[in-house]
């Protein structure tokens, strides 16, 4: 076997075998009848995107399931691939050309998309290249991109589809429109937040002067587009105004007074403006009302030349300022009353939103929405945590038909063509011609001037399609049918309507199968003071910088370890530190085992060391329980074999994180703690060469079994350990080596009582040692009173380690032992431990020392409680302060109570 070196280099190790996976192909899943598959698709990450902590969260999860269910025997195929990010990326592309003094619009449509194209060979994998370091073992062979050739035609068969089937229309309606991107959004692109604003209540004259109609509203300047003003036909105050007309302050313009059961009369006055042109309820007012749509804004959200010319080209806000500083001087701003509202905002660059009526083609989301509702209720798809099962049911029972067209030039085109022929059109002509490919003529006058729809689809809309497209789909193929439908999707739970629910829509649709079976929502990633981590807070760390710096199995382990299903991860770098300090705990423990296994097979018998390495991983049966009598290796046998159970349990039912902490207790404490200071302790006591061989080839086993349950989560440090402990093959991998498997019959409950009463023992007279200043130099005596028969079994066999690992001189063990004199105690499971402390301590010095630190305690008890009592720190400071103090007190009282027993015990 090779010596491990002295210390864990990760920067030495992690590309190395990064490309050794690669370099073998051992990502790559091809259609394998003899196997069973389980495909992943990742969650294409924007082209514009760097790697963040969420994206680490998440793909660590998709790589310790592909790897687990690979080294299981599956045929594990992991798509990746990127998301053209249509807004995200012409915004980026545009801010890039200014900086050249270009603008968009002057380079014209080709030669803008052509830029793009240029700019995502360019910086577009970034990411891709990100994630590699990060250990993610995806089949880059199967790369995607959403607007590649073969997804393209996928885009625009479903889209021709839906269109046929009467499920995409063309019309006229309000949309969410962002003045800052000029594009329309969906319903689920729009975050909204509580603002607190304001409500003006605004005097509105009567034609024949007779008195005015008050209304309010959160938006003033919009009532220059009014074109009428709405009341509840059952209001008894307005019944008698419904028909008459008002003169629309600021205009020269009457408009209506209508009744409509849809105003609600304990808002505000009872009485509401309506402006069909700018609110998705006054649209449908509208329409029911055949009101003039009246648009007053133009797209950048400026007044336009259908408002007065004092307004004409002002910003929306700073028409809002003239109009109500106009209306004030007037005398019609009645009152102005604050108001928290909730305001929509652009989810790419959170401009306000503003309604806009405007030509968009929409999807009819109803008849989608049925189907894909059904198979979740029904068990076919599970959620994880399954609370989201109540949000996707809310949200597709309320769904609303889905805007996706989006007036940009970056993204798939809308496959409609317009005919623009002479003189000879007919009324047909004006209908939009869809097709899956240019038409030839216009089929209604054979004019060939076609103009294509300027605007894109929604970047959503090729998004739904990812776990279809990526295997090339409509095409009916071998891969589609061995790899789809996917296993399990890991994605964030904001994007579970914009991404989650329509896939589930599309693949029903498209294929008539669910896209998946299982899917994982992720915790949301924030800093230690419970902020969501962004650039703009400055608290999200470069995933980068962390790799560098602890290395990516460090970064892996702690961020699955901080992340119980369906809770927040409170994240900070410097947690990074466990990780980092486990991995150098598994290697330290490697390299003992070899180093030792060296010595042995240098000192024994002649064997060559070829069979003593074969031994090492495969000729000793670990799940053997006669493989040894001895209470340390029945223990971690049984152990192991427990580890191996309940962590294969877990990974089935999406416990990663009770998984990697069962990991951690497993090796860190019972096998590093312990096992191996039996190990060493029983090596140094025999001279049997062969004895001393089974003693190092088991621990190396079980040591090897481990890191196989551990290589889904941490996969560099496991593999170059790995190929450390035998000579393999050119190609060989810990990634491909078989899952371990336990035997129920190996675990021993009786083992187990047994070790857990002799490490407790063990614990508790170093815990006396520690707490009563023994010098570590000292050996102590030690006196048990044991009334249990099978107990002083346990300790009698075990006698020698006891002394060693608790550091004794002598040990009695009987059943009517008195406490001896100045003596310290504890007791452990009904059976009391004494260590007398006379000779190894200076009694007075020791109980001066106690005396003061109680005093000292005491007083900082005291100050914590008295700031606690203060009823003006518990009003004004923030409950995490409060917290703070209280974990004090508490902390505080627990020493106290363990300096005072301590004192008490030093009197003879």
């Known amino acids: 076997m090779r010596e491990l070196p002295k210390t864990y280099a990760p920067q030495e190790v992690e590309d190395k075998w990064y490309q050794y996976w690669e370099s073998n192909g051992l990502f790559h899943a091809v259609v394998n009848k003899k196997k069973k598959p389980y495909t992943v698709v990742i969650p294409p990450p924007n082209i514009t995107g760097i790697l963040t902590m969420g994206h680490v969260l998440n793909n660590t999860l998709q790589d310790a399931f592909i790897r687990w269910r690979r080294m299981q025997g599956y045929e594990a195929c992991w798509i990746p691939g990127t998301d053209h990010a249509g807004i995200a990326t012409q915004n980026v592309v545009e801010r890039s050309l200014l900086k050249e003094g ?13 830029r793009v194209w240029q700019w995502k060979e360019i910086y577009g994998s970034t990411i891709i290249k990100q994630l590699r370091k990060l250990g993610t073992s995806c089949d880059w062979q199967r790369e995607r991109f959403t607007m590649d050739e073969g997804l393209s035609n996928a885009v625009k068969e479903v889209f021709v589809r839906l269109y046929e089937k009467g499920l995409i229309y063309k019309g006229k309606y309000i ?65 008698h105004l419904a028909g008459k007309k008002i003169s629309l302050p600021l205009t020269d313009r009457v408009i209506p007074i209508i009744a409509d059961e849809f105003v609600d009369a304990s808002f505000g006055t009872g009485a509401v403006k309506v402006t069909p042109a700018h609110d998705p309820n006054d649209f449908q007012i509208g329409n029911r009302h055949n009101l003039e749509k009246l648009i007053v804004m133009d797209t950048s959200g400026m007044m336009n ?13 700073e028409c809002r300022r003239e109009v109500l500083r106009d209306l004030e001087k007037s005398g ?6 604050d108001h928290v509202h909730s305001v929509g905002h652009c989810y790419r660059c959170d401009t306000v939103i503003e309604p806009y009526l405007s030509d968009q083609w929409f999807v009819k989301m109803k008849p989608l929405a049925e189907p894909a509702l059904r198979v979740v209720e029904d068990g076919k798809i599970k959620f994880y945590p399954d609370r989201w099962m109540k949000v996707y049911e809310h949200w597709m029972t309320n769904i609303r038909d889905w805007c996706i067209s989006r007036q940009l030039w970056w993204g798939h085109r809308i496959p409609a063509w317009y005919c623009v022929g002479d003189d000879h059109c007919t009324l047909e002509c004006k209908q939009p011609i869809v097709a899956r490919t240019k038409p030839e003529a216009c089929p209604h ?46 994605t964030a739970p904001d994007i579970i309507f914009f991404w989650v629910a329509r896939m589930v829509m599309a693949g029903l649709e498209f294929r008539n199968e669910i896209p998946f079976r299982h899917v994982y929502f992720t915790s949301i990633i924030r800093d230690v003071q419970g902020r969501k981590m962004s650039k703009s807070l400055g608290n999200s760390p470069d995933p980068l910088d962390v790799i560098n710096t602890y290395g990516a199995d460090a970064l892996r382990f702690t961020i699955l370890y901080l992340a119980p299903i369906g809770q927040d991860v409170m994240y900070s770098n410097e947690k990074c530190e466990m990780g980092r300090n486990f991995a150098n705990k598994i290697w330290n423990a490697g390299r003992f085992l070899l180093m030792n296994y060296d010595a042995i097979a240098a000192s024994g018998p002649n064997e060559s060391q070829n069979h003593i390495a074969a031994g090492a991983t495969s000729g000793f049966e670990i799940v053997s329980l006669h493989a040894s009598n001895d209470l340390s290796d029945r223990w971690i046998i049984s152990r192991f074999n427990e580890t191996v159970k309940n962590v294969t349990s877990m990974m089935e039912n999406f416990r990663i994180n009770d998984a990697v902490k069962l990991l951690y207790d497993f090796l860190w404490h019972d096998f590093c703690d312990w096992y191996v200071e039996f190990v060493k302790n029983r090596i140094a006591e025999t001279s049997d060469g062969h004895l001393k061989k089974a003693m190092i ?31 393999r093959k050119p190609g060989e991998s810990i990634m491909t080596a078989p899952w371990p498997r336990h035997d129920e019959a190996a675990i021993d409950s009786v083992a187990d009582k047994e070790m857990a009463f002799l490490q407790n023992v063990i614990s508790s007279v170093r815990t006396i040692r520690n707490e009563m200043n023994v010098p570590t130099t000292k050996e102590v005596d030690v006196v048990i009173n044991c009334n249990d028969g099978g107990k002083i079994t346990v300790l009698e066999t075990n006698l020698s380690i006891f002394k060693r690992l608790a550091k004794l001189e002598t040990v009695q063990i009987g059943t009517n032992f008195k406490k001896p004199g100045f003596s310290a105690s504890a007791v452990v499971e009904g059976q009391e431990v004494f260590v007398p402390l006379q000779g190894l301590i200076d009694i007075e010095v ?13 007083g900082q008890l005291k100050s914590v409680d008295a700031k606690l009592n203060n009823a003006n720190f518990a009003d004004k400071a923030p409950a995490e302060i409060i917290q703070k103090e209280k974990d004090k007190r508490e902390n505080f009282q627990q020493t106290l109570q363990k300096l005072r027993t301590n004192l008490e015990q030093l009197t003879a």
């Open 846 to 858: 020791e109980r001066g020392r106690l005396e003061k630190e109680i005093a000292r305690f005491e």
């Open 332 to 337: 019609l701003l009645e009152k102005t009353e």
């Open 175 to 239: 949309v969410n429109w962002c003045p800052r991107d000029h594009t329309a959004l969906s319903d689920d692109e729009v975050n909204y937040t509580e603002s607190n604003g304001h409500l003006w209540y605004i005097k509105y004259p009567l034609e024949d002067k007779s008195g005015f109609v008050t209304v309010a509203t959160t938006r003033p300047e919009t009532m220059l587009g009014d074109t009428a003003v709405a009341v509840n036909p059952k209001d008894n105050r307005y019944k």
């Open 445 to 490: 006058c054979g004019s060939t001037n076609l103009r294509q729809d300027d605007d894109v689809l929604d970047t959503w809309f090729s998004s739904w399609l990812w776990p279809l497209s990526v295997l090339n789909w409509p095409e009916e193929n071998d891969e589609l049918k061995y790899f789809y439908p996917t296993e399990t999707l890991v």
């Open 305 to 317: 030349d259908r408002v007065p010319s004092k307004y004409k080209g002002l910003d929306r806000y």
């Open 102 to 114: 270009i603008k968009r619009r002057e380079l014209g449509r080709e030669e803008f998309v052509n």
């Open 697 to 727: 080839n088991r621990a190396i086993r079980i040591y090897e079994e481990t890191l196989k349950l551990l290589h889904p989560f941490m996969p560099f440090v496991t593999e170059e350990i790995w190929q450390h402990l035998a000579e």
